[in-house]
Protein backbone atom coordinates (compact mmCIF):
# COMPACT_ATOMS: atom_id res chain seq x y z
CA UNK A 1 0.00 0.00 0.00
CA UNK A 2 1.59 3.51 -1.12
CA UNK A 3 2.34 5.54 1.63
CA UNK A 4 3.97 9.06 2.18
CA UNK A 5 7.06 8.37 0.61
CA UNK A 6 5.70 6.78 -2.50
CA UNK A 7 2.90 9.26 -2.80
CA UNK A 8 5.55 11.46 -2.97
CA UNK A 9 7.65 10.43 -5.56
CA UNK A 10 4.52 9.99 -7.64
CA UNK A 11 3.87 13.51 -6.99
CA UNK A 12 7.66 14.62 -8.10
CA UNK A 13 7.33 12.47 -11.12
CA UNK A 14 4.05 13.86 -12.05
CA UNK A 15 5.53 17.24 -11.86
CA UNK A 16 8.45 16.76 -13.99
CA UNK A 17 6.57 14.56 -16.90
CA UNK A 18 2.77 16.49 -16.85
CA UNK A 19 2.78 20.10 -15.86
CA UNK A 20 1.31 22.35 -18.37
CA UNK A 21 0.07 18.91 -20.63
CA UNK A 22 -3.14 19.68 -21.64
CA UNK A 23 -6.32 16.97 -20.81
CA UNK A 24 -7.64 16.48 -24.81
CA UNK A 25 -10.10 13.43 -23.50
CA UNK A 26 -9.94 10.14 -22.18
CA UNK A 27 -12.03 7.20 -20.66
CA UNK A 28 -13.58 6.06 -17.24
CA UNK A 29 -13.50 2.26 -17.38
CA UNK A 30 -14.36 1.67 -14.44
CA UNK A 31 -17.30 3.70 -12.68
CA UNK A 32 -16.70 3.16 -9.57
CA UNK A 33 -13.12 4.47 -9.32
CA UNK A 34 -15.10 8.08 -10.27
CA UNK A 35 -15.44 9.67 -6.90
CA UNK A 36 -16.95 12.63 -7.74
CA UNK A 37 -18.95 14.16 -10.10
CA UNK A 38 -21.54 10.88 -10.65
CA UNK A 39 -21.40 11.51 -13.97
CA UNK A 40 -18.92 10.33 -16.39
CA UNK A 41 -20.21 13.34 -19.02
CA UNK A 42 -20.01 15.81 -16.35
CA UNK A 43 -16.55 14.23 -15.29
CA UNK A 44 -15.02 14.35 -19.19
CA UNK A 45 -16.95 18.44 -19.69
CA UNK A 46 -14.83 19.65 -16.08
CA UNK A 47 -11.64 17.88 -17.27
CA UNK A 48 -11.54 18.31 -21.24
CA UNK A 49 -9.01 20.70 -22.74
CA UNK A 50 -7.84 21.82 -19.47
CA UNK A 51 -4.01 22.27 -18.71
CA UNK A 52 -2.32 20.46 -15.60
CA UNK A 53 -0.66 23.62 -13.68
CA UNK A 54 1.61 21.50 -11.19
CA UNK A 55 0.54 18.27 -8.47
CA UNK A 56 0.46 18.69 -4.94
CA UNK A 57 0.58 15.74 -2.09
CA UNK A 58 -1.57 16.11 1.13
CA UNK A 59 -1.16 12.74 3.56
CA UNK A 60 -1.97 10.05 0.34
CA UNK A 61 -3.40 12.10 -1.63
CA UNK A 62 -2.96 13.91 -4.96
CA UNK A 63 -3.90 16.88 -5.95
CA UNK A 64 -3.29 18.47 -9.96
CA UNK A 65 -4.35 22.16 -9.68
CA UNK A 66 -5.82 22.51 -12.95
CA UNK A 67 -6.58 25.67 -15.05
CA UNK A 68 -8.23 26.74 -18.89
CA UNK A 69 -6.78 28.16 -21.83
CA UNK A 70 -7.49 31.26 -20.80
CA UNK A 71 -5.22 30.65 -16.95
CA UNK A 72 -7.95 30.50 -14.98
CA UNK A 73 -8.66 27.82 -12.25
CA UNK A 74 -10.29 25.08 -13.61
CA UNK A 75 -10.32 23.05 -10.61
CA UNK A 76 -8.53 20.42 -9.61
CA UNK A 77 -8.33 16.34 -10.17
CA UNK A 78 -7.77 14.55 -7.01
CA UNK A 79 -6.70 10.82 -6.86
CA UNK A 80 -6.37 8.40 -3.90
CA UNK A 81 -4.26 5.70 -4.85
CA UNK A 82 -5.43 3.07 -1.89
CA UNK A 83 -4.22 -0.45 -1.73
CA UNK A 84 -2.75 -0.68 -5.56
CA UNK A 85 -3.67 2.01 -8.03
CA UNK A 86 -0.98 3.32 -10.40
CA UNK A 87 -0.73 6.62 -12.44
CA UNK A 88 1.72 6.32 -15.11
CA UNK A 89 3.01 8.67 -17.83
CA UNK A 90 2.94 6.70 -21.12
CA UNK A 91 2.80 6.68 -24.93
CA UNK A 92 -0.80 6.12 -25.85
CA UNK A 93 0.53 3.78 -28.32
CA UNK A 94 1.79 1.15 -25.66
CA UNK A 95 -1.28 -1.40 -24.87
CA UNK A 96 -3.62 -0.62 -22.02
CA UNK A 97 -3.19 -3.13 -18.99
CA UNK A 98 -6.52 -4.63 -18.09
CA UNK A 99 -6.52 -3.22 -15.16
CA UNK A 100 -6.81 0.37 -16.21
CA UNK A 101 -9.26 1.74 -14.72
CA UNK A 102 -9.26 5.83 -16.17
CA UNK A 103 -6.99 7.31 -18.83
CA UNK A 104 -6.47 10.68 -19.74
CA UNK A 105 -5.18 11.92 -23.30
CA UNK A 106 -2.51 14.30 -23.25
CA UNK A 107 -0.38 16.36 -25.71
CA UNK A 108 2.73 14.76 -27.99
CA UNK A 109 0.59 10.93 -28.09
CA UNK A 110 0.96 10.47 -24.20
CA UNK A 111 -1.39 8.88 -22.18
CA UNK A 112 -2.03 9.56 -17.72
CA UNK A 113 -3.14 6.00 -16.58
CA UNK A 114 -4.78 4.94 -13.51
CA UNK A 115 -3.98 1.23 -13.47
CA UNK A 116 -5.71 -0.30 -10.23
CA UNK A 117 -5.56 -4.00 -9.77
CA UNK A 118 -7.80 -4.53 -6.41
CA UNK A 119 -9.90 -1.53 -7.57
CA UNK A 120 -9.93 0.47 -4.15
CA UNK A 121 -8.24 3.79 -5.49
CA UNK A 122 -10.79 6.61 -6.61
CA UNK A 123 -10.68 9.78 -8.73
CA UNK A 124 -12.47 13.43 -7.86
CA UNK A 125 -13.46 16.20 -10.44
CA UNK A 126 -13.20 19.00 -8.35
CA UNK A 127 -14.93 22.26 -9.98
CA UNK A 128 -13.43 25.49 -9.95
CA UNK A 129 -14.16 27.86 -6.69
CA UNK A 130 -15.27 24.77 -4.70
CA UNK A 131 -12.46 23.76 -1.84
CA UNK A 132 -11.04 20.51 -2.66
CA UNK A 133 -12.23 19.05 1.26
CA UNK A 134 -15.98 19.73 0.66
CA UNK A 135 -16.00 17.26 -1.81
CA UNK A 136 -12.55 14.92 -0.97
CA UNK A 137 -14.14 14.82 3.08
CA UNK A 138 -10.91 12.53 4.24
CA UNK A 139 -8.52 15.53 3.55
CA UNK A 140 -10.53 17.31 6.41
CA UNK A 141 -9.50 14.41 8.91
CA UNK A 142 -5.24 15.16 8.04
CA UNK A 143 -3.28 15.88 10.70
CA UNK A 144 -0.53 17.76 10.35
CA UNK A 145 2.33 17.13 7.57
CA UNK A 146 5.22 15.42 9.13
CA UNK A 147 7.79 18.04 7.71
CA UNK A 148 5.77 21.23 8.57
CA UNK A 149 6.63 23.12 11.38
CA UNK A 150 2.80 22.39 12.48
CA UNK A 151 4.28 18.60 13.62
CA UNK A 152 6.16 19.60 16.78
CA UNK A 153 7.49 17.77 19.51
CA UNK A 154 4.73 19.66 21.88
CA UNK A 155 2.29 18.62 19.46
CA UNK A 156 3.01 15.09 19.39
CA UNK A 157 3.38 15.04 22.92
CA UNK A 158 0.51 16.80 23.74
CA UNK A 159 -1.55 14.02 21.03
CA UNK A 160 0.03 11.44 22.83
CA UNK A 161 -1.02 11.93 26.41
CA UNK A 162 -4.16 11.27 25.47
CA UNK A 163 -3.58 8.40 23.89
CA UNK A 164 -4.79 4.84 25.95
CA UNK A 165 -3.98 2.73 22.91
CA UNK A 166 -1.16 1.12 21.03
CA UNK A 167 1.56 3.09 19.57
CA UNK A 168 1.31 1.33 16.20
CA UNK A 169 -2.90 1.77 16.09
CA UNK A 170 -1.89 5.58 17.08
CA UNK A 171 0.90 6.48 14.13
CA UNK A 172 -1.54 4.76 11.42
CA UNK A 173 -4.35 7.22 12.72
CA UNK A 174 -4.27 9.87 10.28
CA UNK A 175 -5.50 12.52 12.15
CA UNK A 176 -2.46 12.28 14.45
CA UNK A 177 0.09 12.61 11.77
CA UNK A 178 -0.71 12.54 7.40
CA UNK A 179 0.94 9.88 5.45
CA UNK A 180 2.32 7.00 7.81
CA UNK A 181 1.37 3.58 7.08
CA UNK A 182 2.11 -0.12 8.48
CA UNK A 183 5.37 -0.55 6.49
CA UNK A 184 7.09 3.17 8.09
CA UNK A 185 5.28 3.24 11.09
CA UNK A 186 7.20 -0.38 12.05
CA UNK A 187 10.70 1.20 10.94
CA UNK A 188 9.70 4.27 12.35
CA UNK A 189 9.00 2.21 16.05
CA UNK A 190 11.94 0.24 15.81
CA UNK A 191 14.57 3.42 14.95
CA UNK A 192 12.76 5.12 18.68
CA UNK A 193 13.63 2.28 20.15
CA UNK A 194 9.90 1.62 20.98
CA UNK A 195 7.57 -1.11 21.37
CA UNK A 196 4.49 -0.91 18.98
CA UNK A 197 2.42 -1.99 22.07
CA UNK A 198 3.31 0.74 24.51
CA UNK A 199 0.02 2.59 24.87
CA UNK A 200 0.92 6.82 24.10
CA UNK A 201 0.12 8.37 27.36
CA UNK A 202 2.76 6.00 28.96
CA UNK A 203 5.80 7.43 26.29
CA UNK A 204 8.57 9.86 28.10
CA UNK A 205 9.79 13.06 26.76
CA UNK A 206 13.18 11.90 25.45
CA UNK A 207 10.68 9.12 23.72
CA UNK A 208 8.46 11.26 21.87
CA UNK A 209 11.38 13.59 20.95
CA UNK A 210 13.34 10.69 19.43
CA UNK A 211 9.59 9.30 17.88
CA UNK A 212 9.13 12.81 16.17
CA UNK A 213 12.71 12.67 15.21
CA UNK A 214 12.63 9.12 13.47
CA UNK A 215 9.21 9.84 11.86
CA UNK A 216 10.87 12.81 9.89
CA UNK A 217 14.04 10.67 8.91
CA UNK A 218 12.27 7.82 7.95
CA UNK A 219 10.46 9.12 5.90
CA UNK A 220 12.86 11.72 4.17
CA UNK A 221 14.75 8.84 3.71
CA UNK A 222 12.44 6.53 1.60
CA UNK A 223 11.58 9.67 -0.14
CA UNK A 224 15.28 10.62 -0.64
CA UNK A 225 15.53 6.16 -2.33
CA UNK A 226 12.33 6.79 -4.29
CA UNK A 227 9.75 4.79 -1.74
CA UNK A 228 9.96 1.24 -1.56
CA UNK A 229 9.44 -2.57 -3.58
CA UNK A 230 6.88 -3.27 -0.87
CA UNK A 231 3.61 -3.76 -2.74
CA UNK A 232 4.86 -3.75 -6.12
CA UNK A 233 5.07 0.39 -6.19
CA UNK A 234 6.24 1.82 -9.64
CA UNK A 235 7.13 5.49 -9.98
CA UNK A 236 5.17 6.99 -12.75
CA UNK A 237 7.62 5.85 -15.31
CA UNK A 238 7.18 1.80 -14.24
CA UNK A 239 10.68 2.25 -12.07
CA UNK A 240 10.52 0.73 -8.61
CA UNK A 241 11.87 2.01 -5.72
CA UNK A 242 14.30 0.58 -3.66
CA UNK A 243 13.85 1.09 -0.03
CA UNK A 244 12.73 -2.44 0.73
CA UNK A 245 16.31 -4.13 0.67
CA UNK A 246 17.32 -2.08 3.70
CA UNK A 247 13.60 -2.26 5.98
CA UNK A 248 14.83 -2.74 9.43
CA UNK A 249 11.91 -5.08 10.57
CA UNK A 250 8.97 -4.71 8.29
CA UNK A 251 8.51 -8.32 6.20
CA UNK A 252 11.32 -9.64 8.57
CA UNK A 253 9.27 -11.56 10.88
CA UNK A 254 12.21 -14.54 12.57
CA UNK A 255 14.93 -13.10 10.57
CA UNK A 256 17.54 -12.16 12.63
CA UNK A 257 17.76 -8.03 13.68
CA UNK A 258 19.83 -6.12 12.00
CA UNK A 259 21.63 -4.64 15.03
CA UNK A 260 21.31 -7.45 17.95
CA UNK A 261 20.74 -10.65 15.79
CA UNK A 262 17.64 -11.04 18.04
CA UNK A 263 14.77 -12.86 15.61
CA UNK A 264 12.06 -10.15 14.54
CA UNK A 265 8.79 -10.99 16.21
CA UNK A 266 5.53 -10.33 14.31
CA UNK A 267 2.14 -9.56 16.05
CA UNK A 268 -1.28 -8.69 15.13
CA UNK A 269 -2.39 -4.79 16.69
CA UNK A 270 -5.43 -3.34 15.51
CA UNK A 271 -6.26 -6.27 12.66
CA UNK A 272 -2.34 -4.67 11.24
CA UNK A 273 0.84 -6.63 11.50
CA UNK A 274 3.20 -5.29 13.38
CA UNK A 275 7.31 -6.09 13.31
CA UNK A 276 9.85 -5.34 15.77
CA UNK A 277 13.02 -6.55 17.74
CA UNK A 278 12.09 -7.71 21.12
CA UNK A 279 15.56 -6.82 22.39
CA UNK A 280 16.20 -3.16 20.32
CA UNK A 281 12.74 -2.38 21.21
CA UNK A 282 12.52 -2.14 25.00
CA UNK A 283 10.45 -4.56 28.00
CA UNK A 284 7.13 -6.20 26.82
CA UNK A 285 4.84 -3.17 28.80
CA UNK A 286 1.77 -4.14 31.16
CA UNK A 287 -0.41 -3.10 28.27
CA UNK A 288 0.57 -6.58 26.50
CA UNK A 289 -0.52 -9.38 28.14
CA UNK A 290 -2.03 -11.51 25.72
CA UNK A 291 0.13 -14.04 24.32
CA UNK A 292 -2.19 -15.74 22.34
CA UNK A 293 -1.81 -12.33 19.90
CA UNK A 294 1.78 -13.93 18.89
CA UNK A 295 1.38 -15.37 15.57
ZN1 LIG B 1 17.52 -5.94 17.80
Request: hydrophobic residues 35%; positive net charge.
Amino acid sequence: MPELPEVETVCRGLNQLTSNQVIKGGEVLLLSTLAYPFSVDQFWQQLRNVRIQTWQRRGKYLLAVLENAAGKSAGYLGVHLRMTGQLLWVKATEERSRHTRIYFECDNGQELRFVDIRTFGKIWAIPPDINPETIMTGLQKLGPEPFSTDFSVSYLQQKLSKSQRSLKTTLLDQRLVAGLGNIYADEVLFRSGIRPTVFGNTLRLNQIEKLHQMIIEVLETAIASGGTTFSDFRDVTGINGNYGGVAWVYGRKDEPCRVCGTLIERIKLGGRSSHFCPQCQGERDSNFRNNSNLN
